[in-house]
């Protein structure tokens, strides 16, 4: 069965690294002298009180997980880290009922970037800072972060990263997978300093750039204006799109293409070769429609159309315009890489590039066989047959996927919410995006007028959606709390 005292000793590591993260957060409200510093000072406490008693209960486990731990702990994780995560916003009183507090947490946390909050610039610096650092945390995964530093705290650390990775494929780059971990982790790392340096040299104050750089590289896209500041600068909005599209791409590729010095083997990968081609076609269709329907002049609809394909597909939510005032084929567009996703292994959420590939891939194959019934027909990626269970997982996902799409679209329609808001909110919360299309959830508006039934609803599917849903509804299975 399940071995709770081992569960409890991984939570309660990982909740004191969460209190050290709200630490940080208590310095930042020191610092500028406002409200939020009492809010810290207890979030901070009340964390480390939770992490003892968590962490005292499991003293004596030893670390071997199996693989039902892994599945509890990797849920748990994300579950509990948005409990604790959400008190500062409670006892600063910024967000007084628990839904819109937990709704936004754990949106940060999963890097869905969708919030509650009507205006964000009323909100002093620590819970600003605390909203993009959830984000950074969540981007590459809160337990992975945890086998990245402090390996020893996780036991079974292949089970946990099999849990809470993104993607159908896992490709090693070291025999260790806590030093794969420190290698991924060093890329994140870099690309946030180099996104926020660059934002800072381009005019941003360094508070904006920081949390910007934090919010675009873990493609979240929580904003620290009511607005979007990207409408501040040109320049700054090409850096934005930069950095997005590269953490789009898997991170293991990343490594493999600048740190081992190989720069055709990203060239030769065939989810991003897709994931290239997608933007460069759903770009120009959306710059075509823009310049013909819209009005607009040649750079103008080159930015916005690129801006708004780059976020959409690596699910990172942030805006530059409002597309719900576009022509309506470009929803279409944007749904479609909303559904899509960028690369696995990436920061992003979506069905993922390399999934949407395989797929394209069986339906090929299967147009193949109605005229040679007994050719063998293999799905190769990279070079390399995709194991026969591979695709059966495939099958599965896109099932539960598009299942649990229309399940979320058909309750935000009884809810009273309109059709095309209904499926692109359910895409927003499926995909991790945190944007809708039309003007009353659009991209840079709240989503504050959604219930309080909703708004756990939506909590819940963002969490889904951030654990690639098999992960989490495995949990409520009878099968999995069977003793054998």
Same mark, same amino acid.
């Given at each position: ?115 509650? !909050?009507?205006?964000?610039?009323? +909100?002093?610096? %620590? &819970?600003? #800072? @605390?909203?993009?650092?959830?984000? /950074? ?49 060093? !890329?994140?790392?870099?690309?946030? +300093?180099?996104? %926020? &340096?660059? #934002? @800072?040299?381009?005019?941003?104050? /360094? ?59 990203? &060239? ?68 479609? &890489? ?147």
């Amino acid at each position: 069965m399940i071995n709770w005292k081992l569960i409890s000793k991984i939570l309660g590591s990982l909740l004191f690294i969460e209190a050290l993260f709200m630490a940080c957060c208590l310095v930042m409200a020191i610092v500028y002298k406002e409200s939020d510093v009492l809010a810290f000072i207890l979030g901070t406490s009340i964390t480390t009180a939770g992490a003892i008693a968590f962490r005292y209960h499991g003293h004596e486990a030893e670390n071997s997980l199996s693989r039902r731990d892994a599945y509890v702990v990797v849920t748990l994780t994300w579950v509990i880290f948005s409990l604790f995560g959400m008190t500062p916003f409670l006892i600063h009183g910024s967000l007084t009922n628990l839904a819109d507090a937990y709704f936004e947490t754990m949106s940060g946390f999963t890097t869905t970037g969708a919030t509650v !909050i009507d205006d964000v610039e009323s +909100l002093p610096h %620590g &819970l600003l #800072f @605390w909203r993009s650092l959830s984000q /950074w945390i969540g981007g590459l995964g809160i337990v992975f972060f945890t086998v990245a530093l402090l390996p020893s705290l996780v036991g079974g650390s292949v089970k946990v990263f099999s849990a809470e990775a993104t993607g159908p494929m896992r490709t090693k780059m070291h025999p260790r997978l806590s030093t794969s971990a420190k290698w991924i982790w060093s !890329i994140y790392l870099l690309l946030t +300093l180099a996104c %926020g &340096l660059s #934002f @800072w040299a381009c005019g941003m104050d /360094w508070f904006d750039a920081t949390n910007y750089s934090m919010t675009t590289t873990a493609t979240g896209g929580f904003s620290t204006h009511n607005g979007s500041i990207f409408l501040a600068s040109p320049t700054v909005e090409y850096l934005a799109i930069l950095f997005q599209f590269l953490a789009g791409i898997n991170f293991t590729l990343l490594y493999i293409t600048f740190f081992k010095l190989r720069p055709m083997t990203i &060239l030769r990968n065939t989810e991003f070769r897709l994931y290239v081609v997608t933007i460069v076609i759903a770009t120009l269709w959306i710059m075509y429609l823009l310049l013909t329907r819209m009005g607009y002049s040649f750079e103008p609809a080159l930015r916005s159309s690129l801006f708004q394909v780059v976020s959409f597909i690596t699910t990172t939510g942030l805006s530059n315009t409002d597309a719900g005032l576009w022509p309506h084929i470009t929803w279409v567009i944007l749904g479609i &890489l909303m559904f899509m996703g960028a690369c696995a292994g990436s920061t992003t959420g979506g069905f993922k590039s390399i999934r949407a590939l395989m797929v394209l891939r069986v339906m090929r194959n299967e147009f193949y066989r109605l005229l040679h019934p007994n050719a063998v027909l293999p799905v190769k990626l990279n070079g390399q047959s995709v194991p026969q269970s591979r695709l059966l997982t495939l099958l599965a996902f896109f099932t539960l996927y598009i299942t649990m799409l229309l399940f979320t679209a058909t309750v935000m329609a009884i809810s009273g919410i309109d059709i095309t808001n209904a499926f692109t909110i359910a895409l927003s919360l499926i995909s991790n995006v945190g944007a809708g299309l039309d003007t009353n959830i659009g991209p840079q508006m709240s989503w504050a007028d959604l219930s309080s039934g909703l708004k756990w609803l939506c909590s819940f599917l963002m969490l889904v959606g951030r654990l690639e849903i098999i992960a989490v509804l495995v949990l409520f299975t009878r099968t999995f709390w069977k003793k054998n």
